[in-house]
């Protein structure tokens, strides 16, 4: 007997993307009836899919290896008490599912007996005796065993190792998995939700539970009301899914007017090299204050010298939002970019204060899931690896590709990032050019594109300085491309302002 799956199961469960079952949806291949689709049609299109070959079965057997310990463990399992709460819920349905069969039955059996009574009546006739074979051949047929699909049993396991989150209004789905609350969870599947010190005190991750159960993973100060406890709120950040299946009522960031500015003192992790004249800084928020921004938008980094003086430098985050502690971004060498010059001079090093101030701009990802195209120049990378980033965890474009230019030899700093994603996913693809330069290069870019035949019906990502932007916008149109599908982030020379 067929189940009917949301996207994001069948895609779990035959290991494709959501946007990759989405397009199969478009071109007709796959039905999708109230949002969901029937395990007939996933195993006539997968037909290779079976439990042993989906990795599901070696992500348990990882748990088993003592190398990985109790950090592999609570990375794809979650604790005892939240699993026997998953498996008494799936027990329970099954006793449902059970109770409702025995009811189903008792009254077949019950119409058959009335039936044959009619049958001994003198208006008996030969319609009676059809309806009676017709109810026998039914109830047969129905208690007949069958053996349940591949794709059955697997929906049964995932059940219980990783509960599956409905959003409403939005429709939005995520997967909660190990020891992860129902806030990481989200924000590590892309979804733009609110939420402050992310650790029970100020109650702006407060949801209400529609349907499911969770559990309280740490203890909270925020007092919820009884009237709010009654009604099913709870707070995402101090909770995790108890049962299999979870829905949730809440209000999502629809954009970047949606994200408020924020001041954060953070501290200097970390400080690489990258290239000759581009340094990775990573930063740290604590863990009571947590940065809340959209992938691809920037801030605003100060830090007082020892004389008194501030020196501030605004740059896009160059990391994930689901990451919100540890903040990253590329910084390049520049004579009139002060806080570039201390960083570069070792005056910003590990331990360091740098408040963080925003964030800004509007380069972020548009709703829908069209094809992704992302041009990016030298540095600039750091905006669209977020977006790339974000994209990736929503798991709903078909396609990404990446065309990064380089003005310099070393302008290509993370190469092995870039290759990394292409070996891994199905759905990347890249290519690097050169050019000294930037409007050149931004043409070859173009014919890049063109050369790769891609449609006009992708999302297009720019970002570098003024002439590649420019000029690749102006390629991108004489290709028909439309205004609303092109995004674009220029890169601001440095203008020396120290504060």
């Known amino acids: 007997m067929s189940r009917w799956l949301t996207v994001w199961r069948a895609a779990q469960l035959v290991g494709v993307s959501r946007g990759a079952l989405q397009q199969r949806v478009r071109l007709g291949e796959l039905t999708l009836s109230d949002g969901r ?9 997968y037909p ?40 008494f819920s799936q027990t329970q349905e099954l006793a449902d599912v059970r109770r409702y ?24 006739d030969g319609d009676l005796r059809e309806l009676e ?12 065993t069958e053996q349940a699909d591949p794709l059955t049993v697997m929906d049964d396991m995932l059940k219980v190792m990783m509960a599956q989150v409905t959003v409403r209004p939005s429709g939005n789905e995520f997967c909660v998995e190990g020891h992860d609350t129902l806030l990481q969870a989200g924000l590590r599947a892309g979804l733009k939700l609110s939420y402050g010190c992310g650790n029970g005190t100020c109650g702006m991750c407060k949801v209400r539970v529609i349907a499911g159960q969770v559990a309280k993973t740490q203890a909270f100060d925020y007092p919820l009301s009884e009237a709010e406890k009654a009604q099913g709120y709870t707070l995402m950040c101090a909770h995790t899914a108890a049962s299999s299946e979870l829905t949730l009522e809440l209000l999502e960031a629809r954009g970047p007017q949606d994200i408020p500015m924020q001041q954060i003192v953070t501290a200097v992790r970390a400080v690489r090299n990258l290239a000759p004249n581009t340094r990775l800084l990573h930063l740290q928020t604590p863990r009571s204050h947590r940065l809340r921004f959209l992938a691809g938008q920037s801030v605003t980094l100060g830090f007082a010298r020892s004389d008194g003086s501030d020196v501030h430098g605004t740059y896009p985050v160059a990391s994930c939002p689901c990451d919100d502690r540890n903040l990253h971004f590329f910084i390049e060498e520049h004579p009139n970019d002060p806080f570039a010059k201390a960083l570069f001079s070792d005056a910003i090093a590990s331990g360091l204060s740098v408040t963080v101030h925003g964030p800004t701009g509007e380069f972020v990802l548009r709703e829908g899931n ?15 690896k977020s977006l790339i980033e974000h994209a990736l965890a ?51 870019v173009g ?3 063109r050369a790769d035949l891609f449609d006009i019906d992708c999302d297009f990502y720019l970002a570098g300085p003024q002439a590649f932007v420019s000029a690749l916008q102006e390629e991108l149109r004489t290709a028909g491309v439309p205004k609303s599908q092109i995004s674009s982030h ?8 120290t504060v």
């Open 101 to 124: 069969l025995q009811r189903y039955h008792s009254l077949v059996v019950d119409i058959g007996r009335r039936v044959k009574l009619l049958r001994h009546q003198p208006a008996a």
């Open 394 to 444: 929503l798991d709903e474009a078909p396609s990404l590709s990446l065309f990064w230019l380089a003005t310099r030899s070393d302008g290509h700093f993370l190469e092995n990032q870039c290759r990394a994603w292409s070996e891994a996913l199905d759905q990347f693809e890249y290519e690097l050019t050169q050019d000294p330069d930037p409007v050149a290069g931004a043409r070859q």
């Open 370 to 384: 069209r094809p992704l195209v992302f041009a990016v120049c030298d540095a600039a990378f750091a905006p669209v």
């Open 490 to 497: 220029v890169v601001a020379e440095p203008v020396g302002e």
């Open 48 to 87: 290779e899919t079976n439990l042993a070959d989906s990795g599901m079965l070696e992500r348990v057997a990882q748990i088993k290896e003592e190398a990985f310990g109790r950090r592999v463990r609570e990375r794809l399992l979650p604790s005892q008490e939240v699993l026997a709460q998953r498996i």
């Open 37 to 45: 689709v029937s395990t007939d049609e996933l195993l006539a299109l």
């Open 133 to 144: 074979h017709f109810i026998d051949r039914g109830l047969a047929q129905a208690l007949a």
């Open 447 to 449: 014919r890049a594109m």
